[in-house]
């Protein structure tokens, strides 16, 4: 058994920049093998792993490359509402552990729950502050958190901010499970007045001191903008994350901005993507994933194992690879477009949109 | 930001709706009403097998599909949505236009249901069909049946979601599709099975015929709302355009593209198809679109509004 392809624990003193153009180098079946075995070790794997294995008909440790990872099957979900997050970090990690346990926004019942190490935590600031940087935030400025917070690792983002970019951060919270439960109830003067509630806190900050940057949902910002054009004009640029965002926003957004940056990120509390480029005016928006630690792909909606050629639409799948959290094959609920990105080793997505499962038969056109 | 709803034309072999009409008083209630309009009963509308005989399973065919995509907008409508642009192809145009206001809805139904009474083709005509046919996205709606005796372009529903082709309905005698079908690159002219009206062209001259005199009887008015055709470029504004639509809408090719690119110049952001009738996945469409055919979608299309940025506080408590 060796884990030699397991990095070493990242440091906040290691160079970012370095770390990251590591990363890209990493040949993904090498720590595929590594996370694989470190989560199958006998003695020293994950718990629930090891519980798994018992299960299965193959030994994952014969694993030699990624795409055997389909052999698992989709990842069931439920377990990360129902597990002991703790039970899904390899005990060579030392007990007790130190870190938080992180809720997915999720849309109905029990949030998933996973947990994160200081290690993974500083691999997806690293990963934050490259894209950062790519996309042209300076260190050194203010920046207005208004994203979920709390259970939230978007939330997480201030700490990225001020210890990895040099900012100085204000926060408002926002609650996504509440809003989806109030459109679920069809609550929807509730869910106008809990917007408003969140932009008074919004703009009460924007009023107070001098803020740069803003961290915002599409939604948000969308709002902000239609009702406080003038604000939304003096800011340096925006940070958009969440799961979609159209063309006709992006050039609402990169217009009301009037030269600042509009930056976007795609993902969840599993894994992330940055924005890789946008092209044809906010058309085509691609994303790359966090590589090696997150990878992506997009499957056919009626075949979770069959990719779809490039630039056809499926379902996002996602697969974690941190060395303290394996979660292969999370079929996601969002449909993107396969993207090619040159210069990135796997696959991104493009056009991200909540999954569609309907009739899509050519025939059914008439 | 403005929100656009979207029919299909077209007539399914497969019901669709139950779980719709299961989920929702106000679509239970709504079947009863056509029910009650057309003759019918509400299984017939919902769900029994339709019937065999050509044009009355083509009567009944579209009654179900109007009755699921005015039901969905029902739906809609308890939550406070509202359409800022309609529009429609084929029955989805007529439907499109009743829910504008240019024509009551039982006028609709009486008129579909009085379609079952259209003669049907002597039995020794040539058998009729209509075909998918994919081009290459450059070259417009040029498409590969033309010039070929028997062949018309029925339809146009534009380019492909990867933008790699664009999608082209043929319609026609049955026996030149399939020897089209058999000369052409494999794959790229499709006859569909069990389609034997050749919808939108010529050869549906004595439909429109029958029907005429019923469509110049019926009470229209200028539509409410922006309404834009599938028969031409141009957006619906007076009565007489709407009834021109009708009576025009058996015999004339149909064009997604021009009821979507007319649905763009209103500053529609996002699209709601309503019922099945346009698959989703296949074809590109200049805004992002949600496809409604069961209550999940419903959500799906609330929560996408919202997270598009529309104002959803017009709406109303009635889940």
């Known amino acids: 058994m060796t884990t030699s392809s397991v990095a070493a624990p990242t440091k906040l003193s290691d160079d970012p920049d370095a770390l990251v153009a590591g990363w890209l180098d990493t040949d993904l079946d090498q720590w595929c093998r590594g996370v694989v075995r470190r989560h199958f070790h006998p003695e020293t794997g994950s718990p629930y792993w090891l519980g798994r294995a018992r299960q299965l008909d193959f030994d994952p440790r014969d694993i030699t490359r990624y795409d055997q990872l389909t052999a698992f099957g989709p990842f069931r979900l439920e377990s990360l509402r129902e597990q002991d997050p703790a039970d899904l970090v390899p005990r060579s990690v030392p007990r007790p552990l130190a870190g938080r346990a992180w809720d997915t926004g999720g849309t109905t019942g029990t949030p998933c729950r996973v947990f994160y190490t200081p290690d993974m935590l500083r691999h997806r600031a690293v990963w934050r502050r490259w894209s950062f940087v790519r996309e042209g935030f300076a260190p050194g400025r203010t920046w207005l958190q208004a994203t979920p917070t709390g259970p939230h690792l978007i939330g997480h983002g201030v700490w990225e901010v001020s210890e990895l970019h040099a900012g100085q951060a204000y926060a408002i919270d926002m609650d996504p499970r509440w809003v989806k439960r109030l459109i679920r109830a069809g609550r929807l003067q509730d869910v106008g007045d809990y917007t408003n509630h969140l932009l008074e806190q919004i703009t009460d900050v924007l009023r107070q001191a001098p803020v740069h940057y803003l961290n915002t949902t599409p939604a948000l910002f969308q709002t902000l903008r239609q009702r406080h054009p003038d604000l939304v004009a003096a800011l340096d640029g925006v940070r958009l994350s969440g799961t979609q965002i159209s063309a006709d926003m992006y050039r609402a957004f990169t217009s009301a901005l009037n030269g600042g940056i509009c930056g976007m990120t795609y993902g969840n509390t599993f894994g992330n993507a940055a924005c890789w480029d946008v092209a044809g005016d906010g058309e085509l928006i691609s994303y790359v994933p966090n590589f090696p630690q997150v990878t992506m792909a997009v499957v056919r909606k009626d075949d979770w194992s069959a990719v779809v050629e490039p630039g056809a639409v499926g379902q996002v799948r996602l697969t974690v690879l941190h060395e303290d959290l394996f979660l292969p094959n999370i079929l996601e609920r969002d449909q993107a477009s396969r993207h090619r990105a040159e210069a990135w080793p796997c696959d991104g997505v493009a056009n991200i949109r909540p999954l569609q499962t309907t009739s899509s038969a050519p025939e059914g056109l008439y | ?319």
Not at chain 2, 12 to 24: D, K, N
Not at chain 2, 280 to 289: H, K, M, T
């Open chain 2, 1 to 319: 930001m403005t929100l656009g709803y979207l029919f299909g034309g077209g007539v399914g072999t497969e019901p669709h709706g139950l779980e719709l009409y299961h989920e929702y008083p106000v679509v239970r209630s709504w079947y009863q009403q056509v029910a009650d309009w057309t003759g019918l009963t509400v299984s017939q509308v919902l769900e029994d097998d339709l019937p065999a005989a050509q044009e009355e399973r083509q009567s009944v065919g579209t009654v179900r599909e109007a009755a699921l995509a005015i039901g969905v907008h029902d739906v809609l409508a308890q939550f406070g949505l509202r359409p800022a642009a309609i529009g429609g192809l084929s029955l989805g145009a007529m439907t499109a236009s009743t829910l504008a206001g240019a024509l009551s809805r039982q006028e609709l139904f009486e008129m579909l249901a009085g379609a079952r009474d259209t003669p049907e083709l002597p039995a020794d005509a040539p058998a009729q069909g209509i075909a998918l046919a994919f081009a290459q996205t450059a070259d417009g709606p040029g498409h590969p049946g033309e010039g070929r005796t028997g062949i018309h372009l029925a339809g146009d529903f534009g380019p492909t979601a990867d933008g790699k082709q664009r999608i082209l309905m043929l319609a026609g005698h049955a026996e030149a599709l399939t020897a089209l079908a058999a000369e052409a690159p494999p794959g790229t002219v499709v006859p569909l099975p069990g389609r034997t009206i050749a919808v939108h062209s010529p050869l549906r001259r004595h439909f429109r015929d029958f029907m005429a005199p019923r469509v110049d009887a019926m009470a229209f008015s200028a539509p409410q709302l922006p309404l834009y055709s599938c028969l031409e470029r141009k957006k619906l504004s007076s009565a007489d355009d709407v009834r021109d639509l009708f009576q025009r809408n058996s015999t004339d090719p149909i064009s997604l593209v021009d009821v979507y690119t007319g649905m763009k110049s209103e500053g529609v952001e996002l699209g709601l198809v309503m019922g099945p009738s346009i698959p989703e996945g296949i074809l590109a469409f200049p805004f992002p679109v949600v496809h409604i055919e069961k209550p999940e979608h419903v959500q799906q299309a609330l929560s996408t509004a919202y997270d598009l940025g529309i104002d959803l506080t017009g709406g109303q408590v009635s889940p």
